[in-house]
């Protein structure tokens, strides 16, 4: 049973930073791509950012130059780092990790808030 669990959400003041952490557990050879998503109320769920196995990293055009994300291989673990936070980002994000080459073996996480308010 393979497990994802986020954690680092919160409400912070535009202009803000956070950074979101998402630690797998369970029977996992290796880990293929890693990523984040988010959802905002009355949205669909959208690809953030994500990186491959080899480091290379891919981000929705809205959150270029402000999110980071990377990757702990050892300890089984994404980061994203958000900074210049606007209201915007708002929304649940998910950590998703792919455990095999062709991305079909898909586990998420429970999903963290973030809520970016004044």
């Known amino acids: 049973q393979v497990r994802l669990v986020e954690s680092g959400g919160g409400l912070v003041q535009p202009g803000g930073s956070l950074r979101l952490s998402c630690v797998a557990s369970?029977?996992?050879?290796?880990?293929?791509?890693m990523g984040w998503y988010r959802q905002a109320p009355g949205k669909q769920r959208e690809l953030v950012a994500s990186?491959?196995?080899?480091?290379?990293?891919n981000y929705e055009d809205s959150v270029k130059g402000r999110f980071t994300i990377s990757r702990d291989n050892a300890k089984k673990t994404v980061y994203l780092d958000m900074n210049s936070l606007k209201p915007e980002d708002t929304a649940v994000y998910y950590c998703?990790?792919?455990?095999?080459?062709?991305?079909?073996?898909?586990?998420w996480g429970q999903g963290t808030q973030v809520t970016i308010s004044s």
């Open positions: 998703r990790m792919t455990l095999d080459p062709r991305d079909e073996d898909v586990y």
């Open positions: 990186i491959s196995s080899g480091g290379m990293s």
């Open positions: 369970g029977s996992i050879f290796r880990i293929n791509t």
